[in-house]
């Protein structure tokens, strides 16, 4: 708040805030079924290999979820290294959910991860939104 009156970010700030929050959250999500998942597997004894895989894909998705929300603070206010922190989360995303389709997860169930990234990706490219996060 400036003199009284609420600041509205530029329109690029609000929208990668809102797709970090985004990822953050579904990953996140994601990552705890994924632990949960592999927590049930090792009580099956055949199972162990899925339950190594799921642990840790699913540890891996926790480490982009909770990277993700840091990064969305950073986008929300703007700070300098939240454009660095975006391709790096937003690039792990990427390897994560290729890894999660190797490991026999079909590409419907992390399409849309998968699209976000590299939307996210190119966005950050963008002249005027590197100038906002001063790059």
Excluded: C
């Excluded at 999500?29 to 899925?50: H, N």
């Excluded at 891996?60 to 993700?68: P, Y």
């Excluded at 929300?76 to 454009?83: E, I, K, L, V």
Aim: charged letters at 5%.
């Amino acid at each position: 708040m400036k003199d009284g009156k609420f600041h509205i970010p530029p329109t690029p700030v609000v929208a990668l805030t809102l797709l970090a929050v985004g990822l953050g959250a579904s990953t996140l999500t994601l990552g705890l079924a994924l632990l949960g998942i592999g927590s049930l597997a090792f009580l099956v004894s055949d199972a162990t290999d899925s339950g190594i895989m799921a642990t840790i894909i699913g540890a891996a998705q926790l480490v982009v979820g909770v990277a993700a929300l840091v990064l969305a603070f950073g986008f929300w206010f703007q700070r300098s290294w939240a454009w660095g922190l975006g391709l790096v989360v937003f690039g792990l995303s990427l390897i994560v959910s290729a890894a999660s389709i190797a490991a026999g997860a079909t590409i419907g169930s992390v399409a849309v991860l998968i699209a976000v990234a590299l939307l996210v990706l190119w966005y950050l490219y963008q002249p005027r939104v590197k100038a906002l996060y001063g790059h």
